[in-house]
């Protein structure tokens, strides 16, 4: 099989990897792929927002299947443009994406099907958003934009203060641009959080490893909402009690809600929960991969992604149950100087061959970009992700930052505690 895979970020990166495994696989092609992308896959020269251009490329390339990593392309429609020609795409629809690219969409859609989430209010103009936080006393309270804003349009706020500032920025600044015309309040909810993926064909699914993934940009997570400072899998101490409540209340409901909304959903669907004294509650849905959370993930994998993408494409999910290596793994970001502000770039970046040097040990790459001979300059916020598999969480984590010591670039910032918390321990509760 000819696979291309839209995209450039370590998701992307930890896809073409897992793609390359695949003994189906004749070629694959990454676009518009990173410097380390460019060493596992052919980068063409495509621009992946023209989707005439896409077409025409797949077509010519005799494209057997294409995998969207990123939630921009879906949000334009690519996968509804090639299912329409006649070509495989692994990733949903415009309509079903939707339960990712519209928070005001995703919070409506549950509170109609039973969803359990944090309570909101929708607002479309400031004065009324900032009327609704002056009556709401001293407690804490969640901003989000509605649109996609890169993983940064969730502001968590310590009271209403806070609230009105972030609503401000918002909607009255209009530092998200469009994906700020309208927000959701919500209220702050509290626990241990999961990353939930499952893999569906719109009626039944397969679960990945449970996973957490760490967004604050401090230790101890404090400090902005990031895009994502790493990530460890599986996560000890939930059974499969609690698995089983989830995917109840949770899952089958939202793929049930979506195929009657005329939305059925196809790909894999990325549930962010947060495990409260009440149970399992929604925090968002993702329409694709997380990242880090693909590059944490992806490497545990034994059985055939393509595979399984393969048959979601066309309709089905694969047979059989998928398998998964023993031990845990964990993922470390190094960011730039100034993420998830304005990155600092074009800083030369040393060491990533010493790194996957060590005994379970992988970089992926997100923010690079090639220069000559050979040097690899950093090229956003979030530059490389640092994975290690080992026998426990422990070990995985060591042997991660391990590597992560040997990479060195000016300004480089990442987290210290990444899977250094004590089990996770929730009761699920009905």
Known sequence: MNILVIGGGGREHALVRSIRRSSNVKRVWCAPGNAGIARDADCPNLDVDDQAAVLAWVRRNKIDLTVIGPEKPLTMGLSDKLEQEGYRVFGPSLSAAEIESSKVFAKEFMARHDIPTAGFEVFSAARAAKDYLRNQGDRPLVVKADGLAAGKGVMICDGPDQALDAVNEIMEKGIFGQAGRRVVIEDLLSGPELSIFALTDGYDMKLLPTCRDYKRAGDGDVGPNTGG??????????????LRDIEDRILLPTLRGLATEGRPYRGVLFAGIMMTEQGPMVLEFNARFGDPEAQILLPLLNTDLVAEMASIAEGSLASGEMDWHDGCSVGIVACSEGYPGTPIVDRKIKGIDDAEALD??????AGTRKAPRRTVLSAGGRVLTVVAQGTDREDARTRAYEGLGHIQFEGMNYRLDIAGESRFVAASKA
């Open 360 to 365: 379970g040990v992988q970089v992926f790459h």
């Open 229 to 242: 400072m790493g990530a460890y899998a599986p996560v000890d101490g939930v059974g499969e009690e609690l």
